[in-house]
């Protein structure tokens, strides 16, 4: 399996140890998911150098591509979980490191010689549907994770598409892209750019996408069955 950019495969030196924040599958809350008091009021936007900035900016807001990130405490398990909001800075870490959305430990401890499981919104009947390119702002599942998730989650209850991925790579955010004014930047779009893009300074980013290059669609329920339920 490869992964471009600054993404990798972790392996957990002890497997029963999960990351912070994240919760037992039994909680039925995934690992990228908000929770009620993890709200915050975004600063205040300001042109600073030929580009977005925030009025009182820290080191942190930035990341090392000099990317503007959208400020979001995290405290799971404070409050109520929100499943159909997602925690910019849990999703991103598990995007970099490769965790499972779900239960936050690396999703490749069961990873095939055909990679890693993603689940998707696309149609499985017909992959001539799909698009050419290939992008998610979803972290990859462990298998476990994914059959539960696919009865649980009322979305996926309609249409998923399980993909195994050998190929990936991080491939650009997802936010508000700002355009410059007076006396302040100002909201102009919603939505994805990729690194390089001329417009990436302008952009206030909430989510990492990857791109997914050489996959192949496998059949979840039969996965699970021979293999998921010892998990």
Same mark, same amino acid.
């Given at each position: 399996?490869?992964?471009?950019?600054?993404?990798? =495969?972790?392996?957990? !030196?002890?497997?029963? #140890?999960? *990351? =912070?924040?994240?919760? !037992?599958?039994?909680? #039925?809350? *995934?690992?990228?998911?908000?929770?009620?008091?993890?709200?915050?009021?975004?600063?205040?936007?300001?042109?600073?150098r030929g580009r977005l900035a925030y009025l009182n900016e820290r080191p942190w807001d930035r990341d090392s591509d000099g990317i503007l990130w959208r400020r979001s405490p995290s405290i799971p398990g404070k409050g109520k979980p929100q499943y159909g909001k997602v925690h910019f800075l849990r999703q991103r870490r598990a995007m970099q490191a490769l965790l499972c959305q779900v239960c936050g430990r690396p999703a490749s401890k069961d990873a095939t010689d055909s990679g890693l499981l993603w689940l998707l919104s696309e149609d499985p009947d017909d992959i001539s549907t799909w698009p050419a390119d290939l992008v998610t702002g979803h972290p990859p599942v462990c298998l476990s994770c994914a059959w539960v998730s696919v009865q649980a989650c009322p979305h996926l209850r309609k249409q998923y598409a399980a993909v195994r991925v050998r190929r990936f790579g991080l491939s650009g955010v997802h936010g508000v892209l700002y355009r410059p004014s007076h006396p302040v930047p100002v909201p102009h779009d919603v939505g994805g750019l990729d690194f390089g893009d001329r417009r990436m300074p302008w952009v206030q980013a909430a989510q990492l996408m990857m791109r997914l290059e050489d996959f192949r669609l496998v059949d979840l329920e039969a996965e699970y069955r021979a293999h998921g339920q010892g998990c």
């Open positions: 399996m490869q992964q471009s950019r600054d993404g990798h =495969i972790t392996t957990a !030196r002890n497997p029963e #140890r999960r *990351p =912070i924040g994240s919760l !037992r599958l039994t909680d #039925r809350v *995934p690992f990228i998911a908000c929770w009620s008091m993890e709200t915050t009021v975004q600063p205040e936007v300001t042109m600073r």
